[in-house]
């Protein structure tokens, strides 16, 4: 996977996710990212795109004419579980059954229409930024996958639309968020949560993002939409934030969720320290640096400060006590 970039105020810091050590790169996650597909097949053609495709639905009834509704609660193509929120698609059997900007996936006889979409546009001015609805529909819950393009055999800025849950309020009764595929499954998670240490994905609910020193478990999420949104997505705002991109950072693509905190013990010390985020107005752990007793290197995090902490000085927000006083 190539690199990806952490956002806050304008400071970009490269991360890539875990492999079997930390601090290597990692070969394009598998189509599953822990499932298997038995077989699939992409095809190519031209034709109209079908109204609707990629809409959020209930029932088929939500769909435009031709095209069923597939529900969380089944299988989407190349993946297991369901997409949150349902997910509008003619049967295809081919690209001219979807139109230009789709594509026709047959995953085993799993066939959907895949959206296709431009990584890095819009531009992501903030978090609150409205998602475009000419992109992955202008859906909160939709991204533009900056991560797995290839399996539709699309190459970089080109991707697909690929719905994505961070949350498992964002499944039916009985069924939970798989947050290694982003989609619902009727088993719960198993390995460490958002915000503890990894060297690998599987040790993870999620997916591992590695900063290089440091490695710690997160989640898929949307960059942009709006600040309601923000009370599901990465688990609520007490939770994680949606501030991670790979490589591009437009409104509508792909991310992960920066772990919250609310004291400086809930990062990953010494290498992640608990700063506040303008705007937003909540605690966040980010990679700080060691900063010698002067300020400079903290400018890059708005209200870090020089302080002293039992590994040396870091930059932290003094809104946060070590002690979590």
């Not at 640096?289 to 000085?313: E, R």
Request: net charge negative.
């Amino acid at each position: 996977m190539g690199d990806a970039v952490l956002w806050l105020a304008g400071a970009l810091v490269a991360v890539h996710a875990c492999s079997s050590d930390v601090g290597t790169e990692t070969p394009e996650p598998q189509p599953m990212l822990g499932a298997s597909v038995t077989s699939s097949s992409i095809t190519t053609g031209t034709g109209d795109l079908g109204a609707g495709i990629g809409a959020a639905c209930d029932e088929d009834i939500d769909c435009a004419t031709g095209s069923r509704c597939i529900l969380p609660t089944q299988r989407f193509p190349l993946f297991d579980g369901g997409p949150p929120s349902g997910y509008c698609s003619p049967d295809c059997s081919t690209d001219e059954d979807c139109g230009p900007g789709a594509r026709c996936v047959d995953d085993a006889g799993v066939r959907a229409c895949f959206l296709t979409c431009t990584l890095g546009v819009p531009p992501l001015p903030s978090f609150d930024q409205w998602l475009d609805p000419t992109k992955c529909r202008g859906r909160e819950d939709m991204a533009c996958d900056a991560i797995r393009g290839s399996l539709l055999g699309l190459t970089d800025p080109e991707s697909f639309c690929n719905p994505i849950c961070s949350s498992h309020h964002q499944c039916p009764l009985g069924h939970y968020c798989n947050f290694r595929s982003g989609k619902c499954v009727k088993d719960q998670p198993t390995g460490a949560d958002m915000g503890e240490a990894c060297t690998v994905h599987q040790d993870c609910q999620g997916d591992c993002a590695d900063f290089g020193p440091v490695a710690f478990c997160t989640r898929y999420c949307v960059h942009g939409g709006t600040i309601a949104h923000y009370l599901w997505e990465c688990g609520g705002l007490d939770e994680g934030l949606c501030t991670i991109s790979f490589g591009s950072y437009g409104s509508g693509d792909l991310g992960y969720c920066i772990p919250g905190c609310s004291k400086q013990s809930d990062c990953l010390n010494p290498l992640m320290w608990c700063v506040n985020v303008p705007g937003i107005d909540k605690g966040y752990c980010f990679e700080t640096p060691a900063c010698s007793n002067i300020q400079a290197p903290c400018s890059s995090f708005p209200g870090a400060v020089c302080t002293d902490t039992p590994y040396g000085p870091y930059c932290m927000d003094p809104r946060y006590p070590l002690d979590g006083g």
